[in-house]
């Protein structure tokens, strides 16, 4: 039975094998075809891809090689720039030493010349002149600035003392004549405008500008202390110690010695070493005096150095100052219309010599407070002129008057203590209505001699005593007071040294 389904089962494997086998064969060729030609599409779109991708490294590639090269140019140069920055480096250490080495001598030199020079700066130091009669309270100083190698630059301008019929350029060429007199070279600003001026002044750009006095209605706008005020301003002044108290015009007002425009902007104002002058200028000022240096004042040092006893000749010479200030409601002690008749008589009948040396305002104020008539001032005038032994002097520096008298006649003020340096004797005539003394006038008045404008008779018999019997009794005291305003160091050495101090 076995043998029966296993012969069966060998002839049906042997019949439809075959048939099956190819059926089978048929169905995987075609198979096989469709998967060749899919794989044929894949491989070419690979292909294409793969050829796609060729192109574009090949495009990467070379740029590639062009940045390299690029770069190795950059590279060459940087290593160029860096050897040459090697080769120099030396050099360059070399030269910074050898620099070093020059700033070290120079710093050396500087201190040795520092040592020997004290720190010496040279200045450059500008002078205001407007008032040649007031040149001695600056005369110390610009010379002595000139001792000492700094740069001096002196201006001469217009001043505003003549009456308005006058052309203000007169003043300039008398104050421009007075320092041809003295041989000192300056610069002449009376043809320009002050504005012109002053801005010429900025231009020199100096290191200090010196003003003759505080009183801004005296000279152009342009040179006033306002306009001035872009360098440092100084001042000394002009007519000495303050001997009168406040300077305004009634107890209102602001004091005039101590509070002007000038006072207020300056850099510095140089002053006698007195109690009496610092607290003045203290409470005087609404800057409270901050600006204020006690040197002492050179005006008085001028005098004692250049005053000489006059020559001794046989005569006797006088000089006469009146001064301008007629009003009472100010400072008040002008006298001439009440007293030249009488001092003139005086002076004729003992035969003495006569200087005549007005203030440079006394005529401009004589008349403008109408205290006399032009014609009885002429009058006087011819009366000076006519006699031999009179004279209008027209010296710039009251010192060559000084030397030239033997006794000062005046009124006020400032002479009542600069003349005292001349151990000369002096009469004062009294106004009876001039403006209280300081403490310092009221020590000034005690070595002089004071004759009342109401008791003139007294004069004659006075100058008979001192200058022909040689009766002096105040002579000690002038001694003394002069003492007292020259101090114990020389004002304008002390200047320069401060303002040498405060540029360093």
Known sequence: MKSYFKRRLINFFNSYFPVLLENFSLRF?????????????????????????????????QKNLENKTSIEGVKTSIEEVNKKILEREGYYEDLIARINQKIFDIEATLNLVSRKQNAFKKLTIIFLIHNI??????????????????????????????????????????????????????????????????????LLNPDFIFKQSPWDNDVEEGYSANNLSFSRLCYSSYFGIQITKNFGNSSGDRDLHTDQ???????????????????????????GGVNLVTTGLPKYEYIKKKSCI??????????WAPHHSFDSEWLGFGTFPDSFKEILN????????????????????LFLMKKISREDYDKFLNRIKS?????????????IDFNSSDLLLTDGISMLATYQL??????????????????????????????????????????????????????DNRVKFGKLLIGENSPSETILEYLEQVSR
Not at 272 to 282: L, M, V
Not at 310 to 319: A, C, F, H, R
Not at 346 to 365: C, D, T
Not at 422 to 450: C, N, V, Y
Request: glycine letters at 6%; a neutral charge; proline letters at 4%.
């Open 261 to 287: 425009a000038l006072h207020r902007n300056a850099f510095a104002i140089f002053i006698e070493n007195t109690k009496q002058a610092i607290e003045t200028h203290k409470t005087g000022s609404i800057i």
């Open 422 to 475: 001349t151990g000369k004797p002096i009469i004062w005539i009294d106004s009876e209505q001039h403006a209280e003394f300081t403490e310092l006038g009221e020590k000034m008045i005690e070595s002089i001699t004071r004759i009342k404008v109401s008791q003139l008779e007294r004069l004659k018999p006075k100058l008979q005593e001192i200058l022909i019997d040689g009766k002096d009794d105040l002579a």
């Open 346 to 365: 005086a002076v004729e009948k003992l035969g003495f010599r006569l200087i005549f040396r007005p203030h440079p305002l006394f005529e401009k104020n």
């Open 29 to 61: 060729e075609k198979k096989f075809e469709k998967l060749n030609k899919s794989v044929e599409t894949i491989y070419c779109f690979i292909k294409k891809k793969g050829e796609d991708y060729d192109a574009m490294f090949g495009e990467l590639n």
């Open 387 to 399: 006699n031999p032994l009179f004279s209008y002097s027209m010296m710039d520096e009251p010192i």
């Open 310 to 319: 006059k020559p001794v000749d046989g005569s006797k010479t006088i000089l």
């Open 133 to 202: 009669a007031a040149i001695d309270s600056i005369l110390t100083v610009i010379h002595e600035a000139k001792r000492r190698g700094h740069k001096v630059i002196l201006i001469s301008i217009n001043n505003k003392f003549g009456s308005s019929e006058e052309p203000i350029y007169l003043s300039e060429e008398k104050n421009h004549k007075g320092l041809e007199r003295l041989g000192l070279e300056h610069l002449r600003f009376g043809s320009i405008s002050s504005h012109d001026g002053a801005n010429l002044i900025k």
